[in-house]
């Protein structure tokens, strides 16, 4: 079955640090590759997506994603890390099913101290 | 342009009870879906609709029937709730690639 790893589950930072969540997707075929984010009691936002052209992808907030096809791999990545990005982060691959639906990781919660 | 909404943003059942969750949107996007999200679990796809009309089973739909009761609104219902029904559930509706969230209805089921 189709599945979506995020590697890290929990990830503690301090202020200013750079953060990369790694997440590795199992489909071989064409995808279209999302990170959501949700801050605490809300609902999932989209921080950024990639459907094709350039493998480097810039999101909202400062945020940016690398699609290596090669690796499965669509990591998240912030070069300084802000209070305000505490939240859980989930990686996201459209099924092979169709386009229409999507497979989430597990999710990564991260905490930033300040 | 509220987006997704989601009706009622809390809930407590007892086992064996039976309740619907309401979820309308107002981007005129053909495709809805229901997740259910747990603790190291993620988002799991409950059932969705490409269109109006049309439903679909997702990853865990055991428990569970939904209504599209036209293009705005996708409708979740329990018939008899039971206690691994606990968790926090999502509606999305998706257009352009993209899917755009509800606040979520958390349900705790005694």
């Known amino acids: 079955a189709q599945s979506v790893s995020q590697h890290n589950h929990h990830v503690i930072l301090s202020e200013a640090a750079s953060l990369e969540l790694g997440c590795n997707y199992s489909?071989?075929?064409?995808?279209?590759l999302f990170w959501y984010v949700q801050y605490p009691g809300q609902h999932l936002q989209l921080l950024l997506k990639y459907f094709s052209g350039d493998p480097l992808v810039k999101g909202i907030k400062g945020f940016e994603a690398e699609f290596i096809k090669s690796k499965f791999s669509f990591n998240l990545r912030k070069p300084s890390v802000q209070w305000s990005d505490t939240a859980e982060y989930f990686c996201?691959?459209?099924?092979?099913?169709?386009?229409?639906?999507?497979?989430f990781g597990a999710g990564t919660r991260l905490a930033v101290h300040p | 342009n509220a987006g997704v909404t989601q009706t009622p943003k809390f809930q407590v059942l007892k086992t064996g009870q039976s309740m619907t969750l309401q979820c309308a949107q107002d981007?005129?996007?053909?495709?809805m879906y229901w997740y259910r999200q747990d603790p190291g679990m993620g988002l799991r796809l409950i059932y969705y609709?490409?269109?109006?009309?049309?439903?679909d089973k997702g990853e865990v739909p055991n428990g569970y029937n939904v209504s599209r009761l036209n293009k705005r609104e996708f409708s979740l219902r329990l018939e008899s709730a039971a206690p691994s029904q606990t968790s926090v559930y999502f509606c999305?509706?998706?257009?352009?690639?993209?899917?755009?969230f509800g606040p979520g209805t958390r349900l705790t089921v005694l």
């Open positions: 999305a509706s998706q257009g352009a690639g993209e899917q755009f």
């Open positions: 981007m005129n996007h053909n495709s």
């Open positions: 609709s490409a269109s109006e009309g049309t439903t």
């Open positions: 489909y071989g075929g064409t995808v279209n």
């Open positions: 996201a691959v459209n099924s092979m099913w169709g386009y229409n639906k999507l497979i």
